[in-house]
């Protein structure tokens, strides 16, 4: 595990090209950070599927649950 000691986040793992960070919040909860190139996908289809929360453990490895708490901004979401 590396972490960024400025900015709290901790290197899960880097897999297909996709780097996983994570940092725990102050009021307990956990922060995930994705990030990776994805090539030729329109840039709609990238957010439709980031947004759909409470269907990553259909598609995602290794998630076995997944549901949407709260929208807390346009682009934040509690899962």
Do not use: M
Not at 35 to 51: H, N, T, W
Not at 52 to 59: I, K, N, P, Q, S
Not at 64 to 76: E, F, I, P
Request: glycine letters at 8%; proline letters at 3%; aromatic letters at 8%.
């Amino acid at each position: 595990e590396e972490s960024d000691e400025n900015t709290g986040w901790v290197h899960a793992q880097t897999l297909f090209g996709v780097s996983t960070h994570y940092r725990r919040e102050s009021d307990g909860s956990l922060s995930i950070r994705i990030a990776g190139d994805l090539v030729g996908v329109p840039l709609f289809e990238q957010l439709a599927i980031l947004r759909e929360v409470d269907l990553y453990h259909a598609w995602a490895p290794f998630c076995v649950s997944s549901r949407k708490l709260a929208q807390l901004g346009r682009l934040d979401v509690a899962a």
